[in-house]
């Protein structure tokens, strides 16, 4: 985990050389990838794959990964920028915990689907505890697509 040196204080934070932000990044990554399904969250990932030898699967140098949340369902750019922390949070203490970069992935792009929007809209306090949850159980689902498909 990348450490961030802030005012003298050690900061864990996602660096912004790791977050996709153009939208060609994210049009490439959507039509080109595999996609997963939570009951909150919606994660789509690509495999490294090296163009020049197709058996040699090293990953790269950085996952990037991307936050997607939706103007259609949020409305308000305030709530969109909220659901997007939670989302890097997220992210951002699961890869502390486990290895996700031994996955071999290239790119991620996170995101809510329809029961997401609606975690958000209701007055429930746990909010960051259902996602979280949401997001190790898909990091299983990968974790089992992965050693499926290496071997």
């Known amino acids: 985990m990348p450490e961030c040196k802030i005012h003298g204080k050690t900061n864990f934070r996602l660096p912004k050389s790791r977050i996709l932000s153009k939208n060609v990044s994210f049009f490439n990554i959507l039509r080109n990838s ?30 990037k990964v991307g936050f997607f949340v939706s103007k259609k369902f949020v409305k308000k750019a305030v709530k969109r920028n909220k659901i997007k922390r939670y989302l890097r949070e997220i992210f951002r203490k699961s890869e502390f915990n486990t290895n996700i ?7 991620l792009i996170i995101m809510l689907n329809q029961n997401g929007y609606s ?8 909010i960051y505890s259902s996602l979280n949850f949401d997001f190790t159980s898909i990091l ?12």
Do not use: A, V, W
Not at 35 to 59: A, D, M, Q, V
Not at 101 to 107: A, M, P
Not at 119 to 126: E, I, P, Q
């Open 140 to 151: 299983e689902k990968l974790k089992k697509n992965f050693s499926s498909s290496k071997q």
């Open 101 to 107: 970069s031994e996955y071999g992935l290239s790119d």
């Open 34 to 63: 595999t996609e997963i399904n939570g009951h909150y969250i919606k994660l789509y990932y690509n495999i490294y794959r090296n163009k020049s030898n197709k058996n040699n699967t090293n990953p790269p140098s950085q996952l």
């Open 119 to 126: 975690l958000f809209n209701s007055k429930n306090n746990k």
